[in-house]
T-cell receptor
Framework: GQSLEQPSEVTAVEGAIVQINCTYQ??????LSWYQQHDGGAPTFLSY??LDGLEETGRFSSFLSRSDSYGYLLLQELQMKDSASYFC????????????WGLGTSLAVNP | DGGITQSPKYLFRKEGQNVTLSCEQN?????MYWYRQDPGQGLRLIYY???????QKGDIAEGYSVSREKKESFPLTVTSAQKNPTAFYLC??????????????FGSGTQLSVL
């Protein structure tokens, strides 16, 4: 089967850097995505890694290592508004392109 | 501006009642999805459709039904057979064009509660 694991909660302070890890088990996939969701809101797309390596988008970066079955989301210069849940998701290999979702990591940014 | 519109934002269902959640998109996306999210949980796929007049069951389709008569619309009916319908329902869409960054666009969600 396919599964993803993320830490359930992470706490950090404003201005710091935090890394949210995502490990997975799957037989094949197109890539790894990251989404942000504030309480009561809809998930919004942050980043996508189709290949191994680092993708940078402003304060957020995402990394993928297929050989290690591992990825992470790196948030720099944390702001209070970054307090949210962060989900990793795998794009299932095959024609249906279903996403397999992790259970999410709740990030609390404190002053 | 293009996007996905879900309505209503809040919905209450009486026992034995069917209710329908609306999802409309003007992004010209081929693929549309319905997810269910329970508190503190991830997203679970209910149904998805990759083309008009065709749809497939997701992981938790029992007690739900959908239709895809138009590219822009993908309504979800929560039937009386769904015994635990209280959840946050999210509709999403995706372009089928390649290459892609696999980006899903989400609606703002519908919170369904049982009276």
């Amino acid at each position: 089967g396919q599964s993803l694991e993320q830490p359930s909660e992470v706490t950090a302070v404003e201005g710091a850097i935090v890394q949210i890890n995502c490990t997975y088990q799957t037989s094949g996939f197109y890539g790894l995505s990251w989404y942000q969701q504030h309480d009561g809101g809809a998930p919004t797309f942050l980043s996508y890694n189709a290949l191994d390596g680092l993708e940078e988008t402003g304060r957020f970066s995402s990394f993928l290592s297929r050989s290690d079955s591992y990825g992470y989301l790196l948030l720099q210069e944390l702001q209070m508004k970054d307090s949210a849940s962060y989900f990793c998701a795998l794009s299932n290999a095959g024609n249906n392109r279903k996403l397999i979702w992790g259970l999410g990591t709740s990030l609390a940014v404190n002053p | 501006d293009g996007g996905i519109t879900q309505s209503p934002k809040y919905l209450f269902r009486k026992e034995g009642q069917n209710v329908t959640l609306s999802c409309e998109q003007n992004l010209n996306h081929d693929a549309m999805y319905w997810y269910r999210q329970d508190p503190g949980q991830g997203l679970r796929l209910i149904y998805y459709s990759q083309i008009v007049n065709d749809f497939q069951k997701g992981d938790i389709a029992e007690g739900y039904s959908v239709s895809r008569e138009k590219k822009e619309s993908f309504p979800l009916t929560v039937t009386s057979a769904q015994k635990n319908p209280t959840a946050f329902y999210l509709c999403a869409s995706h372009t089928a064009e390649r290459p892609t960054n696999e980006k899903l666009f989400f609606g703002s969600g519908t919170q369904l509660s049982v009276l």
